[in-house]
């Protein structure tokens, strides 16, 4: 599913992110940059060593922002990683720190000349963030970027089962009828 946001695309595909050809992918990290399971754990393993060296390098990253690394083996020409918040009871500044997140990677996309970037739903797995509500301000926060800024021409969403895709799409729908 596509939607135009003025000059830009938004996009929402079912997938794995690690196969992406978008000049970014964002990284769903932990805040040691230490790797990890999930979307974390399959970019690692697809994209090699020279990843790891370079988190190592750089050593951590803050909830809410974002690091930008080589894509080693992947086709992806570089990788964000950045941190969302572990969801307790939604009264822990999560919301602000996950749109945070989103703000930060597309900012560090801006800067590095980099015009398409693909997300996985940060905070949706290990971390707990219930996907309705990560899902509305997932959409929103990337919206407000598309509408305030001009140099990425494409976001994708990269959603890992049809549930969460459906749950996007809907989303979406309700956002941007
Ligand atoms: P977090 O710790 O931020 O919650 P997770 O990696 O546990 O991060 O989960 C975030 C989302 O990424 C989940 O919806 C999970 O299903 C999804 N995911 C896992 N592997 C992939 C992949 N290869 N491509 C895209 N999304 C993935």
Redesign the pocket.
């Known amino acids: 599913m596509d939607k135009k946001i003025d000059g830009a695309t938004l996009s929402l595909v079912r997938?794995?992110?690690?196969v992406e050809e978008t000049d970014a992918i964002v990284n769903?990290a932990?805040s040691r940059l230490a790797g990890g399971?999930?979307?974390?754990g399959?970019i690692h393993r697809a994209g090699g060593p020279s990843i790891m060296d370079e988190c190592r390098k750089i050593g951590g990253c803050p909830t809410g922002e974002a690091v930008i690394t080589t894509a080693g083996d992947l086709k992806a020409r570089r990788v964000i990683h950045t941190v969302?918040p572990v969801y307790r009871d939604g009264r822990h500044r999560e919301p602000e720190l996950l749109a945070s997140a989103y703000n930060a990677s597309l900012e560090l996309a801006l800067k590095n000349n980099l015009k398409s970037v693909s997300f996985?739903?940060?905070?949706?797995?290990?971390?707990?963030?219930p996907?309705e509500e990560a899902s509305e301000i997932a959409l929103n926060t990337v919206i407000g970027f598309l509408r305030s800024n001009k140099g990425i021409t494409l976001v994708r969403f990269?959603?890992?089962?049809d549930r969460?895709y459906g749950v996007y799409k809907s989303t979406l729908e309700r956002l941007l009828p």
């Open positions: 997938g794995d992110i690690t769903a932990n399971g999930g979307v974390d399959a969302g996985p739903s940060i905070s949706t797995g290990a971390y707990g963030y996907v990269v959603l890992f089962s969460d």
